[in-house]
């Protein structure tokens, strides 16, 4: 019998989201948005029944349709409100990224979720591209040897039109800038591969061209990960006239691998010393061409949470992944706005903590 299923929040993300729910048979009970159109356009877009319950108060919807699984897709400053909520009502849940903006509050969505024994699912999504899990087969084999560094680019264009779609981007209170927003997905694989324990963070960031927003549109930083290894994150929406690549690259002393792509799901190069594989056919084999940045890993995502329900495991990418790569964003803000390094682990960090970073009262 397949679970009951509901989506808060039907923006720009939220059709990958009902694409996947349906792929994977999932009993579409409820939509809620705070903009009525919104849930009638994803009701024409996907054909759902029109007789499907739509609520503009997604507590509303807790309390009348009792969903089994929730998605969260709402702008990220609401992200941890709702899922604690969701998680008082016994719901399991799917965060869209990031999944909290503070580290107290992702702390607050682990614990609770435990207390309720429900699943809570961080939507890094670019897991589970084919490229990506099978660089990640590669650093469990420890085919790389000694892991040396890795290096996240995402080098992106977000302009004007992008953010007046949704004021409430680029706010340091509802979303923080390109690291948080465009580059998190990258950041949670970089140090995902490298070892995933972090002991010094250095960043550095700047708005440069987007001065109508809060935060930044360029970040930079060095981290020292805890088993000697050394990351780079180079995160920007200036780059002109258009998206241009998102890569990421592991470096060991027996390995090299660069993924890149829309969204790192294209194997560009694959070197390693024990010639276990055709670096060919492997690139071949493992080269996916999605249409958007947004990749092809919801689906999977959703049969993994669908099955850690119902197995009662952690999912695969767990509300603990989630707080690592906020953990990480917020350790750059932290390094960038005080001019040091940064220790890590960080307890308490939050992205209004940075307010006022780039002038104009902003």
């Known amino acids: 019998m397949s679970l009951k299923y509901a989506i808060i929040g039907c923006g720009r993300i939220s059709p990958n989201h009902i694409a996947a729910s349906i792929k994977n048979e999932l009993d579409i009970v409820a939509l809620c948005d705070i903009v009525p159109e919104n849930m009638e356009d994803k009701i024409s877009k996907f054909n759902l029944p029109q007789t499907i319950a739509k609520y503009t108060n997604y507590k509303e919807l807790l309390e009348k349709?009792?969903?089994?699984?929730?998605?969260?897709?709402?702008?990220?400053?609401?992200?941890?409100?709702?899922?604690?909520?969701?998680?008082?009502?016994?719901?399991?849940?799917?965060?869209?990224?990031?999944?909290?903006?503070?580290?107290?509050?992702?702390?607050?969505?682990?614990?609770?979720?435990?207390?309720?024994?429900?699943?809570?699912s961080a939507c890094h999504q670019n897991r589970f591209n084919k490229s990506i899990q099978k660089i990640r087969e590669a650093v469990e084999e420890e085919r790389f040897g000694r892991l040396l560094h890795g290096t996240a680019h995402i080098r992106w264009n977000r302009g004007e039109d992008y953010y007046k779609q949704a004021p409430w981007r680029g706010t340091w209170e509802q979303d923080g800038g390109a690291l948080m927003n465009q580059c998190i997905h990258n950041i949670d694989l970089l140090r995902w591969m490298m070892g995933d324990e972090i002991i010094?963070?250095?960043?550095?960031?700047?708005?440069?061209?987007?001065?109508?927003?809060?935060?930044?549109?360029?970040?930079?930083?060095?981290?020292?990960?805890?088993?000697?290894?050394?990351?780079?994150?180079?995160?920007?929406?200036?780059?002109?006239p258009q998206n241009l690549e998102e890569t990421l690259y592991i470096f060991g002393d027996k390995g090299t691998v660069k993924a890149g792509g829309k969204s790192v799901n294209i194997i560009e190069e694959w070197h390693f010393a024990d010639n276990l594989d055709n670096p060919e056919e492997v690139k071949e084999k493992y080269h996916e061409n999605p249409p958007n940045v947004y990749g092809f890993g919801h689906i999977p995502l959703y049969a993994?949470?669908?099955?850690?329900?119902?197995?009662?495991?952690?999912?695969?990418?767990?509300?603990?992944?989630?707080?690592?790569?906020?953990?990480?964003?917020?350790a750059i803000y932290k390094s960038a706005a005080e001019g040091k390094s940064v220790k890590l682990p960080l307890e308490k960090c939050n992205t209004l903590d940075f307010k006022g970073r780039f002038g104009n009262g902003k």
């Open 65 to 120: 349709e009792k969903p089994e699984l929730i998605a969260i897709c709402t702008e990220s400053g609401r992200h941890a409100q709702i899922a604690l909520d969701c998680i008082e009502a016994g719901a399991n849940l799917i965060i869209e990224k990031p999944i909290a903006l503070s580290l107290e509050e992702a702390d607050q969505i682990i614990a609770k979720a435990k207390e309720k024994n429900v699943k809570a």
């Open 200 to 240: 010094e963070v250095v960043g550095m960031t700047d708005n440069l061209k987007h001065n109508f927003i809060e935060a930044e549109d360029l970040g930079l930083a060095l981290i020292k990960f805890a088993n000697g290894s050394y990351g780079i994150v180079e995160g920007t929406t200036n780059i002109y």
């Open 304 to 330: 993994d949470v669908i099955d850690a329900i119902k197995n009662d495991r952690e999912p695969y990418v767990s509300a603990e992944d989630g707080r690592r790569a906020l953990e990480l964003v917020l």
